[in-house]
């Protein structure tokens, strides 16, 4: 694929995911499936996007991601919560981005982790604001969320920041609204609302036992 064709191929994964309509057509069936639209009293879903190649397993359990050398240049936080608003405690939030260059870390873990979310469903990372690669215009941030639900797979995309209104999977749905203290460090919130797992698709009495 040439470099041309990769990046309307990018171009056209965000318009569909956004629900536009991508002449042909031909990438529909690769849009990432959005949760159902939120009934009457309940919160939005935060959306999916796609996981992007460089996920990596066996990331550390750990809320601080700064290497030797970094400044905290990004502390990330907020709650998971339910489709009701009720906070999901010990649900986990897993996140990995580029360095501040644009680049993964393919070999080790550099600038991923994972947390658990405490009793009122808080969870907290220190980290960098990641680069930006080709082809994307934005700096993002990539995430994994679970809590007695279907795993949400989205990006997160940090507010005076720029690039993003040029990207094409950006959207205000996923992105972190951010103070900046005097030291120059975003103090950037976000909250997850995950679709919980109904009793019709779950089948255990301890996946039952385990809704909050
Ligand atoms: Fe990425």
Redesign the pocket.
Same mark, same amino acid.
């Given at each position: 694929m040439s470099t041309e064709e990769m990046q309307s191929a990018f171009a056209a994964m965000g318009a569909v995911m956004r629900g536009e309509r991508v002449p042909g057509g031909s990438l529909a069936g690769k849009a990432v499936r959005q949760p159902e639209p939120p009934k009457p009293g309940e919160l939005k879903p935060t959306p999916q996007e796609i996981d992007?190649p460089?996920f990596r397993l066996g990331a550390p359990q750990r809320s601080n991601l700064l290497e030797p050398g970094d400044k905290p240049e990004l502390i990330l936080s907020g709650r998971v919560l339910n489709e009701m608003g009720k906070p999901i405690p010990r649900a986990v939030v897993n996140i990995w981005s580029?360095d501040a260059v644009g680049n993964y870390d393919m070999l080790g873990y550099k600038y991923t982790g994972y947390v658990f979310t405490d009793e009122e469903g808080r969870y907290e990372f220190t980290t960098i604001v990641p680069g930006c690669y080709y082809p994307?215009d934005a700096k $993002?941030i $990539?995430v994994k969320v679970q809590g007695v639900s279907s795993p949400l797979t989205t990006q997160l995309y940090v507010e005076g920041e720029p690039g993003n209104e040029d990207d094409a999977f950006y959207t205000t749905d996923l992105l972190v609204r951010c103070t900046v203290d005097e030291q120059g460090t975003k103090h950037g919130t976000f909250d997850f609302v995950l679709r919980q797992v109904t009793e019709k698709e779950n089948v255990t009495p301890e996946s039952l036992a385990a809704r909050v």
């Open positions: 992007g460089y580029s994307r $993002h $990539h």
